[in-house]
């Protein structure tokens, strides 16, 4: 087993249309205004960008999204991963009565050579740091649709 890799799936039940929230998650430029651990994102041109994060463990992660896929109909964005992460992600949305189940799947592998080293001891850290970022961006995405 390689103790870098990870796989994590988030479930955000949101109170806006599908529509709306596929609008807001298209601009990843934007993510900072209302999801706090990530710290900002660089466009380099209109399908990738350089992207840091952060959450309550004291490292910075950046690594470059590209554009994989767009697909406003079906619901679907993703992109894929480098940098100190290499791997993907995906939101996908689906109406859920008037409101909107969002899911957000990733497989990444760390590359970031201090994680590394800790792979084995500190992976339920890293996975609760992760789980914290996911929550604090559920919060502010719910704010952020309520108030545009």
Excluded: C
């Excluded at 209109?46 to 004291?58: A, D, K, N, T």
């Excluded at 992460?85 to 799947?105: E, K, M, S, V």
């Amino acid at each position: 087993m390689d103790w870098s890799h990870y796989r994590f799936r988030s479930v955000w039940d949101l109170a806006a249309p599908p529509s709306a929230v596929y609008l807001v998650l298209q601009q990843a430029e934007h993510y900072p205004r209302w999801w706090p651990q990530v710290r900002e994102v660089i466009p380099v041109d209109e399908r990738s960008g350089v992207i840091r994060i952060r959450s309550v463990l004291p490292y910075d992660m950046t690594f470059t999204g590209r554009e994989v896929r767009r697909d406003p109909a079906g619901g679907v964005l993703e992109i894929a991963m480098s940098g100190d992460i290499d791997g993907w992600a995906r939101w996908t949305l689906t109406a859920d009565g008037p409101g909107t189940r969002a899911q957000y799947d990733q497989e990444v592998v760390v590359s970031k050579p201090l994680l590394r080293r800790f792979a084995v001891p500190g992976r339920p850290v890293f996975r609760a740091n992760h789980a914290l970022m996911m929550r604090a961006g559920r919060r502010g995405l719910r704010a952020y649709l309520e108030a545009v």
